[in-house]
């Protein structure tokens, strides 16, 4: 089956980016999705990008997909203490259905 | 519009009872999904309805797991017997278009 692969902590000092990198398997993947996971809590969707887009950007996130690579990355801008949380990528598959998701990435803002 | 609503939100069992969840998705939503998630990983899909029927159920342990959907809005998901291995959070999900969303999710502890 379709395999996410992320690194596990990230750790960086308030105001400065953050960039969360992540890696799958799937070429035929349509979507690819970031969401966010407080402690106690249920999975936020904070964006999504369509394979055949390079770059999506909406406010302090950026997401660069590089689909040759099968590389996916979600950049945030001027990191924030309330961003410490657990950051998942979930990939699509190739049809619109369940979400494949790696191990997440602790991110741990330091002020 | 409100979110995907879970209950109970915590639950402790001892081993070889039973248990059973309930999930609310959001409104008009027709694709409502349960995923596992043990501690330290990421979701994993156990199964996937459209509207009241089955689509994916292939990771759905059966003899102890079962899942319905009655009149194609609210779910239940049932785990009997219990057994250790199955301490984890339980989360529901519902989509529309592309976008998936969680709910807050129900921690099971199997003692």
């Known amino acids: 089956g379709e395999d996410v692969e992320q690194s596990l902590f990230l750790s960086v000092r308030e105001g400065d980016s953050s960039v969360i990198n992540c890696t799958y398997t799937d070429s035929s993947s349509t979507y690819l999705y970031w969401y966010k996971q407080e402690p106690g809590a249920g999975l936020q969707l904070l964006t999504y990008i369509f394979s055949n887009m390079d770059m999506k950007q909406d406010q302090r996130l950026t997401v660069l997909l590089n689909k040759k690579d099968k590389h996916l990355s979600l950049r945030i801008a001027d990191t924030q203490t309330g961003d410490s949380a657990i950051y998942f990528c979930?990939?699509?598959?190739?049809?619109?259905?369940?979400?494949?998701f790696g191990r997440g990435t602790q991110l741990t803002v330091w002020p | 519009e409100a979110g995907v609503a879970q209950s109970p939100r915590y639950k402790i069992i001892e081993k070889r009872q039973s248990v059973a969840f309930w999930c609310n998705p959001i409104s008009g939503h027709a694709t409502l999904y349960w995923y596992q998630q043990i501690l330290g990983q990421g979701p994993k899909l156990l199964i996937q309805?459209?509207?009241?029927?089955?689509?994916?159920d292939s990771q759905l342990p059966k003899d102890r797991f079962s899942a319905e959907r009655l009149k194609g809005v609210d779910s239940t998901l049932k785990i009997q017997p219990a057994k250790l291995e199955d301490s984890a959070v339980y989360l529901c999900a519902s989509r529309r278009g592309n976008e998936q969303y969680f709910g807050p999710g129900t921690r099971l502890t199997v003692t």
């Open positions: 979930g990939d699509g598959g190739s049809t619109l259905g369940r979400l494949y």
């Open positions: 309805f459209q509207n009241n029927g089955v689509v994916d």
